[in-house]
């Protein structure tokens, strides 16, 4: 059964600090995407990670795949308050249902 | 075409009443998704719909629930007899086929607020 783990569960940072959230799963899959979501909102997309090394980046955000060690990560550069949210890393299964199979998500929150 | 649409957003409901919330797809998707999101946790995989039939269900989904997807367009979950716990975010996402190298990521829906009070 197909396992995804964020960490860290709780992010707490200066604004202008950097920081990556990791995104681990526990089989072969080279289908990832992660998320956002404000509080009491639904999901907002995103990156779309679809093979091994991919690399997307969208302003302070920058995610990469790394399928061989099924690892995503999820980099901020120089954080500002706006980016406080939740983050959610979700592993797509490449056979049947195709189902996302959601990480933990992270919470940050950036300081001012 | 608008995305993917929920009704109600929202939705208060005495403990044992039944509910139900509605989801319209992108009309050219055929996959339709449930997730169940409680609060502080991610979005976990209710139940999943192929056009009009039903190919997996969680054991989340107890026997209270109950999911349709009639002539594979819209698809309605309905919840008996209500408990607290069922409480939470109710997702729906619709995607295309899968195809080769083609993104069949979902798309999600607003979301039905569900409170059991």
């Known amino acids: 059964e197909l396992k995804v783990e964020q960490n860290p569960l709780f992010l707490s940072m200066q604004e202008g600090k950097n920081y990556t959230i990791y995104c681990n799963y526990s089989t072969t899959s080279d289908r990832l995407y992660w998320y956002r979501q404000d509080p009491g909102k639904s999901l907002e997309s995103l990156f779309v990670l679809l093979s091994n090394g991919a690399v997307k980046q969208e302003g302070r955000l920058m995610a990469s795949l790394d399928t061989k060690a099924r690892l995503s990560t999820l980099h901020i550069t120089a954080a500002v308050h706006d980016l406080s949210a939740t983050y959610f890393c979700?592993?797509?299964?490449?056979?049947?249902?195709?189902?996302?199979?959601f990480g933990t998500g992270t919470r940050l929150k950036v300081l001012a | 075409d608008t995305g993917v649409s929920q009704d109600p957003r929202h939705k208060i409901t005495k403990r044992g009443q039944n509910v139900t919330f509605r989801c319209d797809p992108i009309?050219?998707?055929?996959?339709l998704y449930w997730y169940r999101q409680t609060l502080g946790q991610g979005p976990e995989f209710l139940t999943y719909f192929q056009n009009e039939a039903q190919l997996e269900k969680s054991r989340l989904l107890s026997d209270r629930f109950s999911a349709e997807r009639p002539k594979g367009s819209f698809s309605t979950l309905e919840i008996q007899r209500t408990e607290q716990g069922d409480s939470a975010m109710y997702l729906c996402?619709?995607?295309?086929?899968?195809?080769?190298?083609?993104?069949?990521?979902?798309?999600f829906g607003s979301g039905t607020r569900l409170t059991v009070v």
């Open positions: 979700a592993v797509q299964t490449t056979s049947g249902t195709y189902k996302y199979i």
């Open positions: 996402a619709s995607s295309a086929a899968p195809g080769r190298g083609e993104d069949y990521g979902y798309t």
């Open positions: 009309s050219e998707h055929n996959r």
